[in-house]
């Protein structure tokens, strides 16, 4: 052990933080131009779902995923408040241990009436639900076969595995097909879609798509995220609206978009399926959801088995906005509107966050997004419509952002 | 099927070219990222085309083994053994 450093020397340092100076410096360019940090908003205070106080002024909320309001409402605020006297502020546990209380496995009994499917299993949160489904079901040998614009959930879960991973072009059959048929005979095949992509706001073809993955013997799953309450007659999804929800094998979904609190899910008909419980990582090794946010959530699931009125005003919200701001000239996301997002593509970074500013001093708030979260390298204006949003609200954003892309020179 | 390297090679060389914009001359130390400055996006759509020509799979973990034009030439001539 001669070459081993004496007591005295030490070895240049190197940064770990060094690899993090090109986006410190963009940062940093961005802010000097005086405009307000994008990812630095405060609500001071949250009036309904959407409205809230934000820098002492009353926005309207067009960038939440409250697509049906429920984070007010009385029933669901009523069960959560009577879980945190009957079962206290937390677990302290795993699901596996502890952590299983009545209100885990209520939720998870609301969740197998919602889909009509037999197995349901609570996660904390969406994000975990694909991280530990994807990395668990698909190991050494098989393929995941995926859309490129899939969340970083699922990329996170893929790369969490030890599967072969395979993207193809976004919402394309053909692209999918062939991957499908060139994988070896006999691996194992999971095909990974979604039924709302969350930043276009475009739906895929589920039906074609999943269709063709049975043709090839793979697996399906589906992650519902942004079309959960909202999408199809029962509001099961964009599989359950192109009728094809009895081929999905595993539905991800999550409470933190229109069940409007926080935790994910996977609901299957596998037989097998209850096994995961055990052999899941994100889901035995951390703490289970508090007693009073799965009281809310199923309160909420079961409210939205029968929402349809609520359903119809927000596909009503959507269609107004997307012809008004067609109208009004701006760029979407999708020719027509297929969900509750309505992107508006900005042309580059520098005016988006100039127009998301004008926008919030109009009393609006948008999400902007930017690379690598948006495919394509854009830069997007992220609406998100609510079932509570009023026709007035729609009329009064449509004029918000006719004004603010003036000021922000998007519109001539 | 088997097919020697420099043929291989020659059908890469094609497949790159609507993707070499800068016009870099191709040799098999060029890197993807580095000298040919690919982003994710051209990256798929290359490894796409390099698929369909060979009628292959180069999944993202095998991609990420590949950093220059000759790993990439002797991945495919290996993936197509």
């Not at chain 1, 060094?18 to 963009?26: A, G, N, R, T, W």
């Not at chain 1, 979604?194 to 706001?201: A, I, K, R, W």
Request: charged share 20%.
């Amino acid at each position: 052990m001669t070459d081993m450093l004496s007591e005295n020397e030490t070895q240049a340092h190197t940064d770990l933080f060094s690899k993090f100076d090109p986006l410190i410096e963009m940062r940093q360019g961005l802010l000097s131009t005086g405009v307000t940090d994008p990812f630095g908003l405060v609500m001071e205070k949250v009036i309904s779902p959407t409205v809230a106080l934000c820098n002492g002024r009353e926005t309207i909320l067009l960038g939440t995923y409250n697509y049906m309001g429920m984070t007010f409402d009385p029933d669901v605020i009523a069960a959560g408040k009577q879980a945190l006297d009957d079962f206290g502020a937390g677990t302290t546990g795993s699901r596996v241990l502890n952590g299983t209380y009545a209100g885990h496995k209520a939720v998870e009994e609301a969740l197998c009436d919602f889909y009509g499917m037999k197995h349901a299993m609570v996660f904390s949160t969406g994000y975990q639900a694909n991280l530990g489904i994807i990395s668990t079901i698909a190991g050494k040998g098989d393929y995941i076969v995926l859309d490129i614009d899939s969340h970083a959930s699922i990329w996170d879960g893929c790369k969490m595995g030890d599967a072969e991973v395979v993207p193809f072009k976004h919402n394309d059959i053909e692209a999918m097909e062939k991957r499908l048929r060139r994988i070896p005979e006999g691996a194992g095949k999971l095909v990974v879609l979604e039924g709302v992509y969350s930043m276009l706001g475009d739906i895929a073809p589920l039906k074609e798509m999943i269709a063709v993955a049975k043709k090839y013997g793979a697996m399906v799953l589906v992650d519902e995220a942004h079309s959960m309450g909202f999408i199809g007659p029962n509001g099961r999804g964009v599989a359950e609206d192109q009728g094809c929800l009895d081929d999905v094998d595993f539905v991800i979904g999550t409470f933190s978009k229109s069940v409007g609190t926080v935790g994910g899910f996977c609901v299957s008909n596998h037989s097998k399926f209850e096994i995961m419980r055990l052999v899941c990582r994100p889901y035995v090794f951390t703490a289970s959801l508090p007693p009073s946010v799965v009281a809310t959530a199923a309160t909420s699931v079961r409210k939205l088995m029968h929402a349809a009125d609520k359903r119809a005003h927000l596909w009503e919200n959507s269609k107004v906005l997307h012809k008004g701001l067609t109208d009004a000239g701006f760029q979407l996301g999708t020719e027509e509107p297929q969900s509750a997002i309505i992107a508006v593509i900005m042309p580059d970074l520098e005016r988006g966050a100039m127009m998301w500013e004008a926008l919030l001093h109009e009393g609006l708030y948008v999400n902007l997004a930017r690379p690598p979260a948006t495919p394509a390298n854009m830069t997007l204006l992220r609406c998100s419509l609510c079932a509570e949003h009023s026709a007035e609200q729609v009329q009064q954003i449509i004029g918000m952002f006719t004004r603010a892309g003036k000021t922000a020179g998007i519109l001539g | 099927m088997t097919m020697d390297r420099a043929e291989t090679s020659a059908r890469i060389a094609a497949l790159i070219e609507p993707f070499n914009k800068k016009g870099v001359e191709i040799a098999d130390a060029t890197r993807f990222t580095d000298d040919l400055e690919f982003d994710s996006l051209t990256v798929m759509d290359f490894v796409a085309a390099i698929e369909d020509e060979f009628d292959i799979i180069i999944s993202m973990n095998q991609q990420a083994e590949i950093e220059n034009y000759g790993q990439l030439v002797d991945a495919v001539v290996k993936l197509n053994g």
